[in-house]
């Protein structure tokens, strides 16, 4: 049972190149978000999907684009990369609005 | 927006003594209160969670308090053991834990000494 896989798990970045954290799920969750971890700043939400084709902004959406054509997908891309989108990335789903989020194991991303 | 507030930040314990981490939240809508434990290289996952019609919850050595007046939440973990070691997080969601509703503390990083 995979749950939420992530890819890469690190990728080094120069600043301005653009990228794509890749996250799926085998769950059949109508939800999945990313956020960003930072020392010090606990989990903060970037963006969000309540289902297929549907997606919104959450706390800190600048610099990040998403997509989600299918529900096993939600693809995060980094237009142009800065080095303050440095950071430990996790992609999350959810069955729906009450319950658990089953996270991924992380995407380490580093802006040089 | 919901502001959640998580002290301490670090939390250094003897094994087998209890650690006690707690939340405040600001919004009185919030209803839904779930802890994550984050290992070291690993994504969090939920341990326990407690809904605000409910003012406590116990499972094995883990318990969540939760007092809607003075909105604040408390994670209780007894008899301490290494395993306990990690990150635990506090959120709270006024949409009962959707992904567009939960906003987290900052984390406690808990230690547990031999």
């Known amino acids: 049972n995979a749950g939420v896989t992530q890819t890469p798990k690190f990728q080094v970045l120069k600043t301005g190149q653009s990228m794509t954290l890749q996250c799926a799920q085998d769950?059949?969750?109508?939800?999945m978000s990313w956020y960003r971890q930072d020392p010090g700043m606990g989990l903060r939400l970037i963006h969000y999907?309540?289902?297929?084709?549907?997606?919104d902004q959450g706390e800190v959406p600048n610099g990040y684009n998403v997509s989600r054509s299918t529900t096993e997908d939600f693809p995060l891309r980094l237009l142009s990369a800065a080095p303050s989108q440095t950071s430990v990335y996790f992609c999350?789903?959810?069955?729906?609005?009450?319950?658990?989020?089953?996270f991924g194991e992380g995407s380490r991303l580093t802006v040089l | 927006g919901e502001n959640v507030e998580q002290h301490p930040s670090t939390l250094s314990v003897q094994e087998g003594d209890s650690a006690v981490i707690k939340c405040t939240y600001s919004d009185s809508a919030s209803n839904y209160f779930p802890w994550y434990k984050q290992e070291l290289g690993k994504g969090p996952q939920l341990i326990i969670d407690i809904r605000s019609n409910v003012g406590e919850k116990k499972d094995q050595r883990i318990a969540v308090t939760l007092n809607k007046t003075a909105k604040h939440f408390s994670l209780h973990i007894t008899e301490t053991q290494p395993e306990d070691s990690a990150v635990y997080f506090c959120?709270?969601?006024?949409?009962?834990?959707?992904?567009?509703?939960?906003?987290f503390g900052k984390g406690t990083h808990l230690i547990i000494q031999p």
């Open positions: 769950m059949n969750h109508e939800y």
């Open positions: 999350a789903s959810s069955y729906g609005q009450i319950g658990e989020l089953f």
């Open positions: 999907s309540v289902g297929a084709g549907i997606t």
């Open positions: 959120a709270a969601s006024k949409a009962g834990g959707g992904a567009d509703g939960l906003t």
